[in-house]
């Protein structure tokens, strides 16, 4: 009976940019299933308003648990920022109290006070994770020295996603908010790429940035704090099935998925259209 409950661990994203967590999420936890779902027919979620994100998100987090998942990560910055609080806090216990969502940006800024010396960290994400103040309270509850300044860059993700992050045409959008970003502070020696899309920059970034800053990129992060979740909850951990497989859903169409998936997974992928 046990064996019939357990169930893959399920990753959600506005579109694609969750695969470059879940890529490094299967590179530390390979043996694990994992059904990833992007919600392609609704992106960006970026310039969307809180009730919206949340309504999204919380319709997606349903579908995964129907299809089995106990455990569901929002690989998601602007879901993240503006779902996750009230998902945990209030929908879970009254519709799966049993079940989990996590999020992408606590474990993110449980790291960044360790890493900087001068005590001011920048945040690059969209105009929703930004607004949501999301990074500067997280980051506060743990570092409360540290100084947070932020910068929303709501170009980087239609350049990735029109596959122009390689063209000329990026370089402009991506020195024009590592200037306005770096102008507010000197001191800054830390970056956080608050955009699961954002590691698809990491060349242009590192190029346009002076030496010695630290750059972090979130799937290393967060794959390994959720191999520390499940080391801490076995109550959880027993629930997951683990056959190595790997299931593909969007609510676009799976061809153009699957184009650009190769893209921010690094393999080909083969994935089914999800009706909401």
């Known amino acids: 009976m046990e064996r019939q409950q357990q169930g893959p661990i399920g990753v959600f994203d506005s579109g694609y940019g969750g695969l470059t967590v879940l890529k490094e999420i299967i590179a530390e936890l390979p043996g694990y299933d994992y059904l990833y779902l992007g919600d392609n027919a609704r992106t960006p979620y970026g310039n969307r308003g ?13 579908h995964l648990f129907r299809m089995g998942c106990p455990l569901v990560i929002l690989a998601c ?11 945990q806090q209030k929908d879970l216990p009254r ?14 800024t449980e790291m960044v006070g360790t890493l900087t010396q001068t005590g001011e960290v920048g945040i690059l994400a969209t105009n929703g994770t930004v607004a949501s103040e999301s990074y500067p309270i997280e980051i506060n509850k743990f570092f409360p020295q540290v100084k947070v300044h932020q ?13 122009e992050h390689e063209s000329p ?22 970056l956080v790429l608050g955009c699961t ?16 800053i630290t750059v972090l990129s979130q ?27 790997r299931q593909f859903f969007t609510t676009d169409d799976p061809q153009v998925f699957d184009r650009m998936a190769a893209t921010f997974f690094g ?10």
């Open 50 to 62: 809180f009730d919206t994100i949340h309504a999204y998100t919380l319709e997606c987090v349903q």
């Open 77 to 87: 910055n602007t879901a993240s920022a503006k779902a996750l609080r009230t998902i």
């Open 95 to 108: 519709m799966a109290p049993d079940r989990r969502v996590l999020g992408v940006i606590r474990p993110t």
């Open 151 to 163: 910068e929303a860059c709501p170009m980087w993700v239609p350049l990735v996603e029109n596959n």
């Open 169 to 190: 045409g990026a370089d402009y959008f991506i020195k024009k908010h590592l200037d306005h970003l770096l102008a507010l502070s000197p001191n800054i020696d830390t």
């Open 197 to 212: 899309h954002y590691p698809l920059l990491m060349g242009r970034i590192r190029e346009y940035l002076p030496g010695g």
């Open 219 to 245: 799937g290393k992060i967060v794959a390994h704090s959720l191999k520390d979740y499940l080391r801490r909850h076995p109550e959880m951990e027993t629930r997951l099935s683990r056959q190595g497989r």
């Open 267 to 276: 393999k080909t992928v083969q994935s089914e259209h999800l009706a909401l």
